[in-house]
DNA sequence: TCTCCTTTGTAACTCTTGTTACTGCAAAGC
DNA sequence: GCTTTGCAGTAACAAGAGTTACAAAGGAGA
């Protein structure tokens, strides 16, 4: 855990700090695809991602989904912290993007340490701004974009956390991240195919110019 | 100041920390429909909001607008929260939607009282929970809802803000705050008129029952 | 009362998105 | 090889929301 910490945080946080992370948390790996919190449940500790990535996801009562925002290395979800600082149960599932390491802190230390680590304040506030402002952005996607703006921002974000320019995925899957069809998004991805914007293959995007 | 403090926020903070912010505070009264924060506008001091109510709004490159949520006495706006600690610029725009009395907390204050208070770390933390949630709200009503219940639920929104069951508006003010067209909104309220649901007036919408 | 301006009602049309239905293709397993 | 299954392409249509245009009603002020 040593290395992977220091890697991640280890210009974050004050050796202290780091020391007491290192004592108190336990490092949790978590394949691709497999859930990670589901909305509903109650949240015991808090994550903090030193590997891989995760995707955030929001559903309505009709079992539909819209995704969220994508957490990186460095990131810790605030909808989860939040909900540990209030005792509330999860208004968000998450769900590994990648193959993914994450330390659990017990939400008894969190208390302490905001009371004791000026660094940790400040990690817990830029936080919760990040997310935040992730938030409004999916807002404003919603809000002022069309489908297919959507959808660039959507493959842009997605070849982005991956690291790779090729998109694993189908249409059918982009289609529940966005909370469409399967059909809208085929005909808006050809429609990119033919701007030369993106080429397609069975189960993969390749990203062009967008 | 001494009066509405206490009755805002009395039972949420302990003596000394409310006798820091009467020291340090200072009251501000916004008239009903006059700006508070601008997009774009650096924040120097946090508001607390002890009268009134203040409306968030959210704007794209195009000028158009959405309204995100509503702010209640004891509330903070966790966007500019936000914005303080991380010396950032507005990412919203604030209305106040009636006359409102704010108490302004200089910047300064509040990392030192983040470290010296738990009822200030508290008050900060369910702000940011509180808000969170609202913003989950928006995007659940964006991503997942009709215009129709959209409409529905503005018009809930309206009158409980303004404690106030007929809502003093016309439908031009309800197309910005919901960024769509004033024929759309004339429209679904003509629907939910002859539904029973509400009554309508030249400037004023009765709800009936939402 | 008359006039002007704002607000509201409505029709007709367009555009975007969602739905249904069907086809062809590719990969995996037999 | 053949069959099955999942994925992608496309047409045709439906529904919701946005746009344009115009008429009518309400209210304020002259």
Chains 1, 2 share one sequence.
């Not at 948390?25 to 990535?53: C, H, N, R």
């Not at 810790?76 to 769900?95: D, N, P, V, W, Y």
Request: glycine share 4%; net charge negative; proline share 1%.
């Amino acid at each position: 855990m040593h290395k992977e910490l220091q890697e991640a945080y280890g210009f974050l946080f004050e050796d202290e700090l780091l020391a007491e992370i290192e004592e108190s948390g336990t490092m949790k790996f978590i394949p691709a695809g497999e859930k990670i919190i589901e909305i509903g449940d109650y949240v015991t500790s808090m994550p903090l991602l030193v590997k891989g990535a995760i995707k955030i996801l929001r559903e309505d009562n009709d079992g539909d989904e819209l995704l969220l925002y994508f957490l990186e290395r460095g990131d810790t979800c605030a909808m989860t912290l939040s909900c540990c600082m209030g005792q509330t149960r999860s208004e968000i599932r998450a769900i590994a993007e990648r193959d993914t390491s994450l330390i659990m802190i017990p939400i008894s230390k969190m208390e302490e340490w905001t009371a004791k680590y000026k660094s940790w304040r400040n990690f817990v506030f830029e936080s919760y701004h990040s997310r935040l402002s992730e938030m409004l952005d999916a807002i404003d996607a919603l809000a002022f974009m069309n489908m297919d703006e959507r959808l660039m921002r959507y493959l842009r974000e997605k070849a982005k956390i991956n690291k790779d320019e090729v998109i694993h995925s189908t249409h059918q899957k982009i289609a529940y991240d966005m909370h469409t069809s399967r059909v809208v998004i085929s005909r808006l991805l050809k429609k990119l195919e033919i701007e030369k914007k993106i080429s397609l293959q069975r189960n993969q995007i390749k990203v062009i110019d967008l």
